[in-house]
Structure formats: structure tokens, C-alpha cells
């Protein structure tokens, strides 16, 4: 036989609070999740934006919504506000009466809403409605690179607005102070979030680079170099005439009096028998005419007598001179000749060059634009481009007032006497130098010569 139990009816009661408690959860629920809806809102909005300016127009614009009929202005600076918007009128400008009231309140501190509070207990979200007149956010940087404060006027807010609002400002802060951007916020932060020992050595560098920048040098001219002898002498031919041989090349060393050239003498030899021929002819007439009485014609022959004895004298002189010679010791610098014998030579045509290389001139090409930190007995080192010679480090002797035109660059020329006993300089190298000119920081030697490069490059 069964035996069937049957439970006992439920009070109506008891039914009554179960269904009441289970509508109270749910609708704690759908108020907890409808504050977080509103406050990832406001993140997302926020976090849309490209930079900071749209950042304060998309959290502005967002809070106007949730809370129609309400005024929303934000302010972002510094020490003082530099930038005003209101969700209804835009960006304001210093001249307007909004701003100037944003201004008086800028250095006030946050009453309703603090900058970083702490969450309230969950059971405040079922409290009752507080009205509050005006609503503040402070949503200032963390390494106070810069401030950012949110006014709501004119609304209520419950309490469940303040938690979803105050759950938003860490993300809030972070966005919209990441979104300044540049290389000095990117470092600031940097800093802030690194450890006290890199600070110290960041510092430390800090201030060397600082001692670097102003530390006193002298300002540095730098500039091409040529050698030349210091003495040199031009050999050129004394008359027309045919180059019959060389007696030396370029390098050969020569004492005064060494023959360097030959001309040929055969024509002058001709003109010159032609000349005494003629001296003879006439001074036949002058003594006929004499004999005659004819002292007129006697006179005249003998003018002719004179210009023929001149002529005579000059082409003995050209015969005493067919070999040129060295007027100085040294080396022949210039001239290979053995492609030019038989070649027709005129007056002063140069055809050799002999200079002492015991004794060498340096000149330096400044640029026209630094000649005014140069000045005689300002040290120069000179570092030739031949070679592994040692660096030559000496006074400027001379600067010539006048510039010239070498390398299409106008430059001015200074020279500096060396001494070349070893023979390791040859006229025509060439080399760099530096010259030590008066002393300034040593950012503005880097910055002057910089800048004046590029005056020169681009033509100004």
C-alpha cells in the first residue's frame, strides 16, 4: 500500500517577501550595471579622442547629455586657465565674461567632488536624491605638468551619480593627460615613473650637459690652407727670341749664377754683322763728305754713325745674355721646358720659377664671414692633407685688408712664416686649419658657426 505525502501550503505572507527581495536584487543590479554602463561611456568617449582639445568637447558633451538642462564647462592650464569650453556656447576666449568667472574660480579646491576619492559602500547607491547647485572635477595631471577642472551647474545629482562619476577620473586623468603629447610630457612622465638612483644620474647629466653648454673655449675658425715659398723669383725670357736648350727641371736645386736656359744667338749674330757692316759703310761717307767741305752730310753720318753703335751695343748685350742663369740658391718650383725647345720665346714671358723651400708662407683662405674673430697674432694649427706630418701650430703673421675670390668663395688671406729645415713642405700642398679666436660658451661657438654655414649655403 502507498502512502503518499503531501507538503504543506507555503503562507501567502512568506511568498509575498521572497518576490519583493528577488525584484530588490534585480533592480540593484540593473542600478549597478547602469553606472558602470555610464562610466565606461564616459571612458569611451574620452578615449576617442585624438588629442586633448576633442578629449574636453567629448567628456563636455557626454555629462551635458546624462544630465539635460545642465550646465558643463571645462577649463584646462596651469598656474592660471588658458582654455575655457561650454557645452552650449564652444571654445570662450579670454575677453569673455564665462571665462573671466572660470578664471577667479580656478585656484579653488574641490568641495563636492575631491580629485582622487575613495569609492562609497554600495548601500549609499540607495540612498536618497542630495540636490547640489554646482558640481567640480578635478582631473589634474599626476606630475603637475598641467590641470583640467569640470563645473556642472544647475543639476541634481543622487548619489549613484557621484560614485559612476568618481569611478570615471583615474581613466578620465589618464586620457586626457596622455593626449597632450610631445617630447617634453613624453620625458616629465618618463621621470615620474622611474626610480630615485635614475633621477640622480639623469640629474647628474643634466647638469653636465648644462657645464658643457656655457663652459668657456675659444671660438673656432676653420678654415683651407696653401703652401707657397716664402721667397720666389719669376725667370722670364730678356728678349725675343728661339729657346735652344734647358739645363734643368722642375725639383733641381740651383745656386746663383747656375745656367737654367740657352737661347739661340744666330740671328742676333747676323744682325749684328749687318750692323758693323753698315757702321763701316757710313763712316766712309762722313770722312768723304768732310774731305768736301760738305759739313752738313758730315753731320748726319754721323748721327747715323751714332744710332748704328747703339744698335750694335744692344745686340752684344743680347749676346752676353743667351744663357740664363739663376739670380737666387734654390729649386726650380716651376717650368718643364723640353717640350718648348725650338719654340719662339718673347720678352718677358715666364718660363721658370725658383724659390728656397728653406723658408715656406702658409696662407690661410678665412671665409669673409669669420674674419672678424681673426686678427694678427691669433694661433692657428695647421694640419696638412700629405702625409702623417705633425700638426703645425704657430701665430698668423699678416692678413692681407683685401679679400679674394679662390675656390668661388670670397675669402680673406693670412699668412703664417714657417720654417721647412726638414724639407716636409712643398709649395702647393694643402691643409686645414683652425683658428683659436676670442672666448665664448661653447654652445654659441657651435650654434654661430652652424648658423653662418647655412646663411652661406643657401645665399643670404
Request: with cysteine; proline share 5%; glycine share 8%.
Amino acid at each position: 500500500m502507498n502512502v503518499r505525502r503531501v507538503s504543506p501550503p507555503i503562507p501567502a505572507e512568506k511568498s509575498a517577501v521572497a518576490s519583493d527581495a528577488q525584484v530588490s536584487l534585480e533592480s540593484e543590479a540593473a542600478r549597478v550595471q547602469d553606472q558602470w554602463a555610464k562610466t565606461l561611456g564616459l571612458i569611451e568617449v574620452a578615449g576617442e579622442a585624438k588629442d586633448q582639445n576633442e578629449c574636453v568637447v567629448a567628456m563636455v558633451g557626454y555629462l551635458a547629455n546624462q544630465f539635460p538642462g545642465s550646465s558643463v564647462r571645462c577649463g584646462i592650464g596651469t598656474t592660471r586657465l588658458r582654455r575655457y569650453f561650454d557645452s552650449r556656447l564652444g571654445w570662450l576666449g579670454p575677453a569673455s565674461d564665462l571665462f573671466q568667472m572660470g578664471c577667479e574660480v580656478w585656484e579653488e579646491d574641490a568641495a563636492t567632488l575631491p580629485g582622487r576619492p575613495a569609492i562609497p559602500p554600495q548601500s549609499s547607491t540607495t540612498s536618497t536624491s542630495t540636490s547640489i547647485e554646482s558640481l567640480r572635477l578635478n582631473i589634474d595631471d599626476d606630475v603637475r605638468l598641467g590641470r583640467c577642472v569640470l563645473w556642472i551647474d544647475n543639476v541634481d545629482l543622487a548619489a549613484a551619480d557621484r560614485v559612476w562619476l568618481r569611478r570615471a577620473l583615474p581613466a578620465l586623468r589618464s586620457i586626457m593627460w596622455n593626449r597632450r603629447g610631445g617630447l617634453m610630457t613624453d620625458l616629465v612622465h618618463g621621470l615620474a615613473a622611474s626610480g630615485l638612483t635614475t633621477r640622480i644620474y639623469l640629474g647628474l647629466a643634466t647638469l653636465l650637459l648644462v657645464l658643457l653648454t656655457i663652459w668657456p673655449v675659444s671660438y673656432r675658425v676653420r678654415c683651407t690652407t696653401v703652401v707657397r715659398p716664402k721667397l720666389s723669383r719669376i725667370i722670364s725670357a730678356p728678349f725675343n727670341a728661339t729657346l735652344l736648350a734647358t739645363h734643368v727641371q722642375p725639383g733641381d736645386t740651383v745656386q746663383a749664377g747656375s745656367p737654367l736656359i740657352s737661347l739661340d744667338g744666330r740671328p742676333l749674330r747676323l744682325e749684328l754683322e749687318s750692323i758693323q757692316a753698315q757702321i763701316g759703310q757710313v763712316s766712309k761717307e762722313r770722312d768723304m763728305a768732310m774731305h768736301g767741305g760738305r759739313v752738313a752730310e758730315a753731320q748726319q753720318a754721323e748721327l747715323r754713325i751714332r744710332e748704328l753703335s747703339r744698335q750694335r751695343d744692344l745686340l752684344n748685350s743680347r749676346l752676353q745674355r743667351l744663357s740664363v742663369v739663376s739670380p737666387i740658391d734654390g729649386v726650380v718650383v716651376l717650368g718643364d721646358l723640353n717640350r718648348s725647345i725650338g719654340a719662339p720665346l718673347e720678352t718677358g714671358q715666364a718660363v721658370l720659377e725658383i724659390a728656397p723651400l728653406s723658408q715656406m708662407v702658409i696662407e690661410l683662405e678665412i671665409p669673409d664671414y669669420e674674419i672678424g674673430y681673426v686678427d694678427k697674432g691669433t694661433i692657428a694649427r695647421v694640419r696638412m692633407d700629405a702625409g702623417e706630418s705633425e700638426p703645425i701650430e704657430a701665430a698668423i703673421d699678416v692678413i692681407y685688408p683685401n679679400a679674394e675670390l679662390r675656390s668661388d668663395q670670397n675669402v680673406f688671406v693670412a699668412k703664417i712664416d714657417v720654417s721647412n729645415r726638414d724639407g716636409s713642405l712643398r709649395p702647393g700642398m694643402r691643409g686645414d686649419a683652425i683658428v683659436y679666436g676670442p672666448i665664448r660658451p661653447w654652445l654659441w661657438s657651435l650654434v654661430r658657426s652652424g648658423w653662418e654655414k647655412t646663411l652661406w649655403w643657401i645665399g643670404y
